[in-house]
C-alpha cells in the first residue's frame, strides 16, 4: 500500500524536483519575520547608556553654567573647537557680546572661559555620536533587511526625535543670548529635558520588547494585569512631572534657595510666593514658590509610588513583584537624596546624583509597567 504524501510532495514531483528538497522548515515563517533582534536590542542598549550619559552631561553643563557659552548652532562646523589661540579668542569675544558675560561674568579669563566651553562642547558633541550611532545602525539593519516586520518605523522615531531634540537644544540657548538674561529661560529647559526623558524611555521600552520572543509576549499579554498595569502608567506620567518640575527648579537656581527642611525659611510657604507679575509666572520663575511645588510633588509621588508597590505585591509573578520592589526602594532614595539636596543648596555632586537618580527610577517603574502588561510565569519555587 503506497505511503499518503502531502500535496507539497506532489507539486514538487510536478515540477521535476526531488521532494524533500523543498520541504519547510519548521519555524521558517516566523524566522522570516524576526530579523536581528539580538543585534538590534545590542544596538539600542548602546543608544540607552548614551543617551543617559547625555542627560548627567547636561546637568553639569547647568550646574556649572557652561551652557552659553558657544552662541552660534553650528551642527556640522560646531564639532571642531577652536584649534588656535586666535581661534579661542574670537570665541570669548563672542561670548562677551551676551548679558551672561556683561552682568555676571565680566571679570573672566579666557582660561576660565576655556573650562565651561569645553563643557558645552562636550555636551554638543556626545548630541552628534548619538546621532551617528543611530544613523549607522539603522541604516545598516534596514539595507540589510534585518529589521523585523513592523519594526522600522519605530526604530525610526527615536532618530526622528534626536533630530528635533537637537533644535530644541539650540531653541533654548537661543533666550539666554539676548536681552537682559542671565540663564536659558526655565520653560525651554524642561521641554528639553523633558523630551531626552521621552527618548529614553522610548528606547528602554523596545529594549524590554525585543528581549523576548514576540510569540512570547503575546501569550504573556493574554496574562496582563490590568488594574497595576493603569497605576504603574499614572505613576509613570506623575514621575515625569516632577521630573519637568525639576528641570524649573534647575533652570530658576531654586534648588539654592531656603536650604531647609521640612520648612521653607520658617513656614509652610516661602515668603512671597506671588511677587511676580502677572501672578501665574510665579508657578514657574519664583524660587520659593518652584521649590515648594517641587517639594509637594514629590511627596505625592512618593505616596503614590507605595500605592503602586502595595498593588504590585498582589502580583502572581515573582519578577512583577521584585520590579516593584524597586521602584519602592528608589522612589524612597529618591525623597531623601532630594532632601539632601535642598539641605546642601543643591552642591552639583548632590545635584547629579538625584537627576541620575531620576533616570533610574523612570527606567524602573518603566520596566514595571511592562512586567505588568507581559508577566514572566514564574515557577512553582518562585510563585505564592
Excluded at 174 to 194: I, K, M, N, Q, T
Excluded at 364 to 380: H, M, N, Q, T
Amino acid at each position: 500500500m503506497a505511503e499518503k504524501r502531502s500535496i507539497f510532495e506532489e507539486v514538487q514531483e510536478a515540477k521535476g524536483e526531488p521532494a524533500k528538497a523543498r520541504t519547510a522548515a519548521p519555524g521558517a515563517i516566523d524566522r522570516a519575520h524576526r530579523g536581528a533582534r539580538r543585534g538590534i536590542r545590542l544596538w539600542l542598549a548602546v543608544l540607552f547608556a548614551l543617551v543617559v550619559v547625555m542627560i548627567v552631561v547636561g546637568g553639569l553643563t547647568r550646574l556649572t553654567d557652561s551652557g552659553l557659552s558657544i552662541t552660534e548652532w553650528a551642527p556640522v562646523t560646531g564639532a571642531i573647537p577652536p584649534m588656535s589661540e586666535a581661534a579661542w579668542t574670537a570665541e570669548f569675544e563672542k561670548y562677551q557680546q551676551i548679558p551672561e558675560y556683561q552682568l555676571q561674568n565680566s571679570d573672566m579669563t579666557l582660561a576660565e572661559f576655556k573650562s565651561i566651553y569645553w563643557w558645552e562642547w562636550g555636551h554638543r558633541q556626545l548630541g552628534r555620536v548619538i546621532g551617528l550611532v543611530w544613523a549607522i545602525g539603522f541604516l545598516g539593519f534596514w539595507l540589510t533587511r534585518n529589521i523585523p516586520t513592523g519594526w522600522t518605523g519605530r526604530l525610526l522615531l527615536p532618530g526622528v526625535l534626536g533630530g528635533v531634540q537637537g533644535a530644541i537644544g539650540w531653541w533654548m540657548v537661543s533666550s539666554g543670548l539676548g536681552g537682559e538674561a542671565l540663564d536659558v529661560a526655565p520653560y525651554r529647559l524642561a521641554v528639553h529635558l523633558g523630551l531626552a526623558f521621552v527618548i529614553l524611555g522610548l528606547i528602554a521600552w523596545y529594549v524590554l520588547l525585543l528581549s523576548r520572543p514576540e510569540r512570547e509576549l503575546l501569550q504573556a499579554r493574554r496574562q496582563k494585569e490590568a488594574k497595576l498595569c493603569g497605576l504603574s502608567t499614572g505613576l509613570l506620567h506623575l514621575v515625569f512631572l516632577q521630573i519637568l518640575i525639576g528641570a524649573l527648579v534647575a533652570g530658576t537656581d531654586a534648588g539654592r534657595a531656603y536650604p531647609t527642611w521640612p520648612l521653607m525659611a520658617g513656614g509652610l510657604l516661602p515668603p512671597d510666593p506671588f511677587e511676580i507679575v502677572p501672578a501665574w509666572r510665579n508657578f514657574f520663575e519664583n524660587e520659593g514658590l518652584v521649590q515648594f511645588i517641587h517639594r509637594t510633588v514629590g511627596y505625592i509621588a512618593f505616596v503614590f509610588a507605595l500605592v503602586v508597590w502595595n498593588r504590585g505585591r498582589q502580583s502572581t509573578h515573582a519578577r512583577t513583584r521584585r520590579a516593584f520592589d524597586w521602584v519602592a526602594v528608589l522612589a524612597f532614595g529618591q525623597v531623601v537624596l532630594g532632601i539632601v539636596a535642598v539641605l546642601t543648596q543643591a552642591q552639583w555632586h548632590v545635584a547629579i546624583t538625584h537627576q541620575l537618580l531620576a533616570v533610574i527610577l523612570w527606567v524602573a517603574i518603566l520596566r514595571g509597567r511592562f512586567l505588568a502588561g507581559y508577566p514572566i510565569a514564574s515557577s512553582v519555587r518562585e510563585g505564592r
